[in-house]
């Protein structure tokens, strides 16, 4: 999948550990866990919204988009 989630790097530079955010925005840790494990395969956006108040961040600091090669080739047959 070519987005990546890069919530540990934004827990780190917040010196924050994962269980801390899990409890202020109502996750289970094993819910954030898979989050950040890109065990999932979406977010909503009020969790995503809550992720970046806490870690005072944009979207774009904890979600990343890498281009697949096969999506393009994908993309030109449509």
């Given at each position: 999948m070519p987005i990546r989630v890069n919530l540990d790097?934004?827990?780190a530079r917040r010196k924050m550990r994962a269980k801390q955010l899990a409890e202020?925005?109502?996750l289970s840790?094993?819910?954030?866990s898979m989050l950040r494990t890109?065990?999932?395969r979406?977010?909503?956006?009020?969790t995503l919204a809550k992720?970046?108040?806490v870690l005072d961040c944009k979207p774009a600091d904890i979600l990343d988009y890498?281009?697949?090669p096969a999506d393009l080739y994908?993309?030109?047959e449509g």
């Open positions: 790097v934004m827990l202020q925005i109502g840790e094993t819910q954030l890109e065990k999932v979406g977010i909503r956006f009020d992720i970046c108040l890498e281009v697949d994908l993309a030109d």
